[in-house]
């Protein structure tokens, strides 16, 4: 539990961003956690909003990448976000990582996470028009959200200094996604 904040974490008092910063990435891994667990046991998601639309979705073509559950991806990427984050506003680096590393390795995993938010919110207006997932917009607000907070928490001018990394990940995220449903998808039309 502290490395998704307990109500006494040391780290959530050293920075004003850290109380959002911590909501959002406990929130997106318990979310990405309980969507895992959905698509491994076969079980049908509970949809608060849109009746049963969200498990059109769910359970599309969409919710798996390269064969392995998207929220299996999701949950790995905000618990390194969360693990990261934790370590940086603590200040208590572990295995020898310099304060520069952990932020460019932070930054890189936001910036992926927001440019595969953009993606599925274009595959949600365009493939899934007639639906609504509730999961899957608050997980792209939570992405976006941590990637603000990121930038902001960085600050904008060494942020600037990382805008090629920024734009080859972004960009790799996007490739990776339209290859596993190129794939995908003449894989199931054979």
Do not use: W
């Not at 780290?11 to 309980?34: I, K, M, W």
């Not at 559950?69 to 999701?74: C, I, M, N, R, S």
């Not at 609504?132 to 990121?150: D, H, P």
């Not at 600037?160 to 996007?174: C, F, R, T, Y």
């Amino acid at each position: 539990m502290l490395l998704f904040g307990a109500g006494n974490c040391h780290a959530c008092s050293l920075r004003p961003n850290s109380q959002v910063d911590l909501r959002c990435r406990r929130h997106g891994f318990l979310e990405t956690l309980y969507l895992t667990y959905l698509k491994l046991t076969g079980a049908d998601a509970f949809c608060p909003v849109g009746g049963g639309s969200c498990s059109k979705i769910l359970d599309s073509d969409y919710a798996v990448v390269f064969g392995i559950p998207l929220a299996l991806f999701g949950m790995a990427a905000y618990g390194l976000v969360a693990a990261l984050g934790v370590q940086l506003a603590s200040k208590n680096l572990r295995f020898g990582i310099e304060k520069s590393t952990a932020q460019v390795v932070l930054l890189g995993a936001t910036t992926s996470m927001a440019a595969a938010s953009a993606y599925f919110l274009y595959i949600l207006t365009t493939r899934f028009s007639d639906s609504s997932c509730s999961y899957c917009l608050i997980s792209a607000f939570l992405s976006f959200t941590l990637f603000y907070v990121t930038v902001k928490d960085i600050g904008l001018q060494e942020v600037s200094k990382q805008l090629g990394m920024q734009l080859l990940v972004a960009s790799l995220v996007i490739l990776s996604l339209n290859t596993s449903y190129s794939n995908s998808k003449s894989a199931s039309s054979r």
